[in-house]
């Protein structure tokens, strides 16, 4: 059974900094990984699809790298924003329809 | 605008009671999904529905139905055999089936409390 874990589960930095997030999965047979942004009582916004067959993506400030042989996503946040502060969430796509997501990371960026 | 509608945003549910959030999407896919979401944890996929007239149990299905009469909506009923419906519930859609690698959208949720 596939699980998908994110690690911290929150994080603080100041603003300005860059960061990564970390996203860890136990089964490689994937067809993709996407990265999602959920605001406090939100919907999900989709960040960066990485397919199975690519190493990294990249939008604006954000850069999504995949190593999928170790089971491992990075989300790479540059010079961070107040505006970023949200909960990261990762997911991987098995099977014909089936997204399994992580918890998730909450990130505060502090002005 | 194209995009995922769903309403009501905030439902109240008495014991014992059936109650249904709607899901309407204007970007013509053909797959939509419900999830789950409890406080501090990720979505788990209730329901999935790849075409009109079709669709199938998620990981935690029981207590929950659903109907896909129109490509465009995907009412779930939240039934009262669902002992802990207090949660925050989500709609998605992606193009369809064969299309594995596409981006899923998602409506802003529906917050259903039992009172």
């Known amino acids: 059974k596939q699980e998908v874990t994110q690690i911290p589960a929150a994080l603080s930095v100041p603003e300005g900094e860059n960061l990564v997030l970390n996203c860890s999965f136990t089964d490689s047979a994937i067809y993709n990984l996407q990265w999602f942004r959920q605001d406090p009582g939100k919907g999900l916004t989709s960040l960066l699809l990485i397919q199975s067959s690519q190493r990294e993506q990249t939008s604006g400030r954000l850069n999504a790298s995949l190593d999928k042989s170790s089971g491992r996503s990075t989300l790479y946040i540059a010079a961070s924003q107040p505006g970023d502060s949200a909960t990261y969430l990762c997911?991987?796509?098995?099977?014909?329809?089936?997204?399994?997501f992580g918890q998730g990371t909450r990130l505060t960026i502090n002005p | 605008d194209g995009g995922i509608t769903q309403s009501p945003k905030y439902l109240f549910r008495k014991e014992g009671q059936n109650v249904t959030l709607s899901c309407e999407q204007n970007l013509n896919h053909d797959a939509m999904y419900w999830y789950r979401q409890d406080p501090g944890q990720g979505l788990r996929l209730i329901y999935y529905?790849?075409?009109?007239?079709?669709?199938q149990k998620g990981d935690i299905a029981e207590g929950y139905s659903v109907s896909r009469e129109k490509k465009e909506s995907f009412p779930l009923t939240v039934t009262s055999a669902q002992k802990n419906p207090t949660a925050f519930y989500l709609c998605?859609?992606?193009?369809?089936?064969?299309?594995?690698?596409?981006?899923?959208?998602f409506g802003e949720g529906s917050w259903l409390t039992v009172v």
């Open positions: 998605a859609s992606s193009i369809g089936q064969g299309n594995s690698g596409n981006t899923i959208y």
């Open positions: 997911a991987v796509r098995q099977g014909a329809q089936k997204l399994v």
């Open positions: 529905s790849q075409i009109v007239n079709d669709f």
